[in-house]
């Protein structure tokens, strides 16, 4: 059973920073990447950023690449549960949306169209 847990959502100023982490377990870590995306109040859900644990390749969005950082613990990882991180600097007003992990076919399109699995999001408020 495929099993995302999102965390690390809550209220920042602008120009702050945020660490959001996913667990994530149940299904294959070769096969698969790890995404993050966000949805905005009446805006389509957007990918962020992706991680294969397998051989470590990252992918981000143009709009956050420089102000987003995904990463994983390798030394804390096991075969079968793994955490991914994405912190987030410099953060917009804009940016206030709910973040998502998810499990996407391997490619690191972030196109919601790839995602195969979705975690519970976690609430992240920008404010001034």
Excluded at 58 to 63: A, I, L, N, Q
Excluded at 100 to 124: A, D, K, M, N, P
Aim: glycine share 10%.
């Amino acid at each position: 059973e495929v099993q995302l847990q999102a965390s690390g959502g809550g209220l920042v100023q602008a120009g702050e920073s945020l660490t959001l982490s996913c667990v994530a377990s149940g299904f294959s870590f070769e096969k698969n990447d790890i995404v993050w995306f966000r949805q905005a109040p009446g805006k389509e859900r957007e990918g962020l950023a992706c991680i294969n644990i397998h051989d470590g390749s990252k992918y981000y969005r143009s709009s956050v690449k420089g102000r987003a950082t995904i990463s994983t613990d390798y030394a804390k990882n096991t075969a079968d549960t793994v955490t991914v991180h994405l912190r987030m600097n410099s953060l917009k007003l804009e940016e206030t949306a709910v973040y998502y992990c998810g499990v996407e076919r391997i490619g690191c399109s972030l196109q919601t169209s790839t995602v195969t699995y979705w975690g519970r999001g976690t609430l992240v408020t920008v404010s001034s």
